[in-house]
């Protein structure tokens, strides 16, 4: 008998079967995923989450039989009162479908009818976002470098002896002793008895004396050729390279600016607010820092902490350009647009003081635009489903939208748009459109 | 029967914590028991330790240390994970398989008390079963199998390897639908001989490099498919028809299936007909494994191996392991360690203290002294079916207050027509033996044509028994995942056995 304590070994045996579960119920688990999120559970996103999806997806199928009519028997256990010939109502449907090839059936009946996934932080944000990109993240990324990491970048002649390529260098190595026809020391060992054999002999004829006199000579080529001709040359040592590339910067801040003039309801502030929250959980996965700057404004703006961006009311008139000329401010003074990636999301009604509206224009285009990654305008609409005309400030939007591809503007009117006009925005093929509204 | 030891016996243990040397301490005592008194013949043992975490994992694979990658696997995993981590499910004391050496797994968490019932239980008790039993000794080759799954593993790994996961998946889900048809029951049991299986592979893998010759890639497709000369029923004489298992009809005789493709199917099949016979006898062996292991620990606390606390701790977890809910609860279900367990009790009753009635029904063994010797035959010589046939007593049937029900669709009630008494003995026994028949139990589905000659269409005919058609959805998915595996379409007709009427037809694709 042997006893094996197999507790130390590796973990997570079925880790890899677990994750082509997933795999396969991809598309369904990707459903429950956004369902879970647009019914406005986003908050939980922060923990691991736990989704059903219809065990349809998973069914292993089977010849399988069932009970469909006629006549069998059963065996039960348990028989308090009854007696040959009692009748018993027939249970309701349960009984039949239940009893159905004894055990197989609740398989199909009585058992589970949606599979429930506990899936990490990670993996839930993965489907989540699954064919989400940011748009135009490389060529600006490289262009705003700050870290070098070294990587693998061939061979070369000289470097550090503990990149030393041992058996490129014992390749180049061997090539060159064939080359040059350096001699095996064993061959030399050869000669050398032959000689000593011949040596040994004494009274030689003429034949053997020419031959020892040969042999004596090969000897002392091979011997000299043996000498000078190295085992390990340093032309022959190849060391792998590394090449130093940049590493693209992984800092982001994000400007959440919001109207919160008495014409923004409390239902508005929501709609922003989850489209704040969608954009941050995006932010976060790409980037190793992501700060947040909450700035709101009515008459005039300020930066605000995050409780009081959403909860403290404020009334009064709209004027847009405050805004946008804080982000400036801030965005000068902290986040300098060599060393960010800057992201600005802008909820409003799309009510402004008309006489802003060119001013913010003007501030948007020439001053933040060239310096961001992105701009998201979402515009709520007050009366829910239907989305009115334009606004002044949509209007203007637009025009600043068509030059500038960075600027997305999206009408977003009941809580169930702000998923799909997120999608919108950052689906993969978002590039080439963003900005057409 | 050894001597009673008397009270200077040292106590195994005390208290609750378990070591390595309380283990073998425990197993030696035990082995001395099982071995010297009760006669058990095993497979040697091999005892590992393992957490709950892993026990999961054990679960998933039937128990068996190692088998290949497969979405399905991860699903059950998921589900005991689920299941576990809600509270709804404790995990077993321990698991064993049918292999040589008799691996057992234990639980750490467990008592040295739940340690030592449970080297009794399965490390002797089910290990016995395995070793005697006929349907085990007949099915099974239990010191190959462990290679063979290791083979199986490995061979599966390099086929996604070379083939692509999808590629590998896509045989593995429709050779795994079909898994139940994938035993031969009705031609004769044949042990498969596993390592020959290795051997197999390796050769036809070698075969394969050495003739192995590039320019036949470079050879213009044929246009198509040459119609087969000769009759198609010439041909089809070839493929041995009818057929029971359809995976072994797929395996030899499937048009389309690449090689590799063939040896999937065949691992999925072999493993398949090694797990067989386990459900046939799972009353049995779970009713020897209790029996054997409540037998041993009475003795450990008669010589004072053990201490009463510990012995309470076993009987406590016994009764837990042997409750028979009443049908209110669980329908028509039998806890096979509760009736199993009560049975091989009552046959060593009936061998050592008999009543008139016992004496009436179970002439050979009543009052035949020797309890042992009669549990160890029916063990070896019985599956659950002819077990009950044989051993049912009224005591049992009584105990359970056992009733039998008419269920007649066309009647808008159930009638009682047996229970426990001298008139319905017989029929209760006759029915509950029955629903453990493997016969009765499975779906008899036979391939009975493919039309080769013209659009090789597959038919098969299910076999129906009264009543009981197939579950049509599940046909269906199966069946598209038969005639993916053919690669031609396929038809399955269900026929009432009596009249030869076709009741329904599925079809695929």
Redesign the interface.
Known sequence: MDIIDRRPNPHGKNLDNRRRVLERARGAVQRAVRDAVSSGKIRDVAQANAVSIPSDALHEPAFRRMFSDGQREVILPGNKEFSPGDRITRPPSGGRGKGGGDGEASEQGGGQDSYRFLLSREEFLDLFFDDLELPDLVKREISTTETMMPSRAGLSNDGSPSQLDLSRTMRHSMGRRIGLRRPRPADVTDLQARIEELEARKPLSDMELDELQRLREERATATRRLNRIPWVDPVDLRYRRFSLTPKPSTRAVMFCVMDVSGSMTERMKELGKQFFLLLHVFLERRYKTLDIVFIRHAESAEEVDEETFFNDPRTGGTVVSTALAEVTRVQKARYPADQWNIYVAQASDGDNTGSDTPVAVELLSKTILPVVQYYAYIEISGSGAIIRGETDLWRAYRAVAEQWPQLAIRQVGDRKDIFPVFRELFSRRSTEQAGAP | MTAIITTNTKRLYTGTDWN?QT??DC?DAI?EIAVGELGLETY????????S??M??VY?SHGMPLIY???????R???H??AY?RGLMGLAYEVVINSS?CIS?LM?ENTVTMQALVIAHA?FGHNHFFRNNRLFREWTDPSQILDYLEFARGYIARCEQEHG?RAV?RILDAA??????GVNRHSGMRRVDLNAERERARERRQHEDRTFNDLWRTLPEREEAAPLRGGGDRAESGLGLPEENILYFLEKHAPKLAPWEREIIRIVRLIAQYFYPQPQVKMMNEGCATWVHDTIMRRLHETGRIDDAAFLETIHSTSNVIA?????Q?????NPYALGFAMMTDIARICTDPTDEDREWFPDIAGNGDPLGTLRYAWAEFRDESFIQQYLSPAVMRR???????????K??????????E??YRA?RR??AS?YDPGL?A?E?DVVGADLAGTRTLRLE?R????????P???R??LA?LADLWGYGVVLKEIDTQTDRVLFTHSAP
Do not use: C
């Not at chain 2, 040697?44 to 957490?51: L, S, V, Y």
């Not at chain 2, 009264?466 to 579950?471: N, R, T, V």
């Open positions: 390595f283990l073998r197993y082995e040697p043992n091999r005892i590992e330790i393992i957490t975490e892993q999961l994992d998933t990658p497969h979405w399905s696997f991860g699903k995993f998921i589900g994970e689920n981590r050496p797994y750490e490390a996961v998946e795994h639908a079909l898994q139940g048809q028979q809910f009443d049908f209110e669980v329908g028509p279900n039998f359970y207050r056992m009733f039998r029900l008419l269920d007649d669709s066309t808008p009630y159930l009638l009682v027509d047996a229970i426990h008494n008139d319905g209760i029915s509950l629903t139990q779906e589905i299910h129906t028994r009264p009543g009981q058609l197939l579950q959805d599940d046909a998915r199966t995942h």
